[in-house]
């Protein structure tokens, strides 16, 4: 997820874990800790789509953070001599901190590499978008509290605590409200005879409200989005080329292989000019996508590979008017 919420929620746990025997030291340490795994960002990996596709991998490996949790805590002693008979709580809170960061990625759509090296496969069970107000806010709110309010006082431990378990309450939430969509979009598509060959779903920015689900069949993808107060109303579906022409002869250019691999599936090609695109269809919506990357150049007959570049992309913030309102009423995508 973001890196503020990221920060926060590692500062809680930490003044969760161990706030009340070592003060302020345990926000400080949770909130470096929790955003200790994304700045493999910084790390180059050799080019736009290596930097794409291998971002959240080693650094994301829940068996690696596991193993290197207790050199961490044994070092934060070394920093904090007066805190070393809490070594166990600290490496209580290190593992806790490391790990639920990877988790909280987990469940966006992205792609995580949870289980590295024993497997590389990018795992995803997007139940958050990557930016959502009902996680961040009451654990920012707690972790604040915790911070400015005095440290003889309980009061800012009890309210960082209580943004915690809203936190967990709101988990629970967005699982079952992931399993209902699903479930329910399963019953529309079969009831409107809209063939498929896979869809996933993920929140509409910002809400758990509204799901936008992304299907493929063939050649072609579809886009719909689904709100939990639709009700009996028929999807409103759009179909859309995946131009899979286009990747005669770069079946085996490694950009291309490495794209299809990493969006397990859900991805298209068009033209850019005299360009040949891949987009990953997960992360954005149309015609908007965050990640597009220049593979190759057109050629005849067959496409001439290229190194390849990232698409500069563009959000119409406009489009959350027309969320809000979808929301509450089942309009199609023009009406915004």
């Known amino acids: 997820m973001d890196s503020l919420t990221q920060l926060t929620f590692g500062a809680a746990c930490g003044e969760a874990v161990l706030g009340k025997k070592v003060g302020r030291k345990a926000l400080l340490w949770g909130a470096i800790l929790g955003t200790l795994p994304d700045l493999d960002v910084f790390i180059p990996l050799g080019g736009p789509v290596d930097d794409f596709v291998y971002h959240r991998g080693f650094s994301h490996s829940l068996f690696l953070l596991a193993l290197f949790s207790p050199l961490i805590a044994w070092l934060i002693t070394k920093i904090h001599p007066e805190t070393k008979s809490h070594i166990k709580e600290w490496f209580l809170l290190t593992f806790l901190v490391l790990e639920t960061s990877v988790?909280?990625?987990?469940?966006?759509?992205?792609?995580?590499?949870v289980l590295w090296p024993f497997d590389t496969t990018p795992l995803a069970r997007p139940i958050?978008?990557?930016?959502?107000?009902?996680?961040?806010?009451?654990?920012?709110?707690?972790a604040s509290a915790a911070l400015v309010l005095k440290r003889s006082s309980l009061l800012g431990h009890r309210l960082n605590t209580i943004g915690l378990v809203f936190c967990m309450v709101y988990l629970v939430w967005a699982f079952g409200a992931s399993e209902f969509?699903?479930?329910?979009?399963?019953?529309?598509l079969a009831h409107q005879n809209v063939p498929y060959s896979r869809f996933i779903s993920s929140?509409?920015?910002?809400?758990?409200?509204?799901?936008?689900i992304v299907g493929i069949h063939k050649n072609q993808y579809f886009e719909t989005y689904f709100s939990l107060f639709d009700g009996k109303t028929p999807l409103f579906i759009n179909h859309y080329p995946r131009n899979l022409e286009l990747m005669r002869g770069l079946e085996e250019h490694p950009p291309v292989v490495k794209l299809r691999w990493f969006t397990r599936g859900y991805y298209a090609f068009s033209k850019v000019g005299d360009h040949i695109a891949i987009t990953d269809l997960r992360m954005g919506a149309e015609p908007d996508y965050v990640f597009r990357f220049k593979v190759a150049e057109v050629g005849?007959?067959?496409?001439?590979?290229?190194?390849?570049?990232?698409?500069?992309?563009?959000?119409?913030?406009?489009g959350l008017a027309w969320i809000w309102k979808r929301i509450w009423k089942p309009i199609p995508p023009s009406e915004n």
Do not use: C, M
């Open 203 to 212: 929140p509409a920015p910002f809400t758990t409200f509204l799901w936008r």
């Open 300 to 318: 005849h007959p067959n496409p001439n590979p290229i190194k390849d570049e990232r698409l500069k992309t563009s959000q119409d913030w406009r």
């Open 181 to 188: 969509v699903e479930n329910r979009v399963r019953e529309k």
């Open 103 to 113: 988790l909280l990625d987990f469940f966006t759509v992205y792609g995580t590499q």
């Open 128 to 142: 958050f978008f990557i930016i959502d107000p009902l996680i961040t806010l009451p654990v920012l709110l707690g």
